[in-house]
């Protein structure tokens, strides 16, 4: 098992960055692949980017897509979601998912979720 603490949230102006970090314990996460999903008030949770167990290959939603950046260091046990260009259409909270699978856009393909971390784009 493995439980997964989000982090690096917070309040910034359209335009602007944040790096989200999601921390691991309990197992390593080179055993799985990670997604990052997010979820407005009023609306579903929806994918946002992963990345496979490897570190190899990466995917995005069409939304966030040359925006976002997914990474991953296994020694250090922690996957990264760096934003960049942020729109108010990104403001949500923000999930890290551990999983696995081959249709990594689902969340029924991850096993294990953060808490969440809140990010909000002021225009």
């Known amino acids: 098992q493995v439980q997964l603490v989000e982090s690096g949230g917070g309040l910034v102006q359209a335009g602007g960055s944040l790096r989200l970090s999601c921390a691991a314990s309990?197992?390593?996460?080179?055993?799985?692949?990670m997604g990052w999903f997010r979820q407005a008030p009023g609306k579903e949770r929806e994918f946002v980017s992963a990345?496979?167990?490897?570190?190899?290959?990466?995917y995005y939603a069409d939304s966030v897509k040359g925006r976002f950046t997914i990474s991953r260091d296994d020694y250090k046990n922690t996957v990264y979601l760096q934003m960049n260009s942020l729109k108010p259409g990104d403001t949500a909270v923000y999930y890290c998912?551990?999983?696995?699978?081959?249709?990594?856009?689902?969340?029924?393909?991850?096993?294990?979720w953060g808490q969440g971390t809140q990010v909000t784009v002021s225009s």
């Open positions: 998912a551990a999983g696995g699978g081959l249709l990594l856009h689902l969340e029924g393909s991850y096993d294990y």
């Open positions: 309990g197992r390593t996460l080179s055993s799985y692949a």
């Open positions: 990345i496979n167990r490897s570190g190899g290959s990466t």
